[in-house]
């Protein structure tokens, strides 16, 4: 299971704003390699959401079956919050649902999203 923590406010291409849900999953013992000392962290991801301001503050603490993976992606650059120092990373966080979810393909038309039929 993961955990709503929090939603931040973002635009899209092509300048609209939505809002995106903050998920953590469970807490996790990792070993320092510097120290050698164990530490408690958890991971943490992001996912867009259609849902309005307010309703994304009533999704705070709430579950969703599943967990965050760690994806193999194109090396980029990210700067640590902490120390601002530059690492180069090539993976990402990302949610995985417990069960296979349904897709569902959208087409935007007169700037809403609407809902393709099979």
């Not at 408690?40 to 309005?52: E, G, K, L, V």
């Amino acid at each position: 299971m993961v955990r709503i923590i929090g939603y931040q406010s973002r635009e899209n291409n092509l300048g609209d704003p939505f809002f995106t849900l903050e998920l953590e999953g469970k807490v996790e013992m990792v070993k320092s390699e510097s120290t050698e000392r164990y530490y408690a962290t958890a991971r943490r991801c992001s996912i867009p959401s259609t849902f309005t301001e307010e309703t994304c503050k009533q999704m705070i603490g709430q579950q969703l079956p599943g967990s965050i993976a760690k994806v193999e992606s194109e090396p980029y650059e990210y700067e640590v919050p902490e120390t601002g120092e530059i690492i180069l990373l090539s993976h990402r966080w990302e949610y995985q649902p417990e069960t296979q979810m349904e897709d569902h393909v959208f087409e935007r038309t007169n700037g809403s999203a609407v809902e393709l039929e099979d």
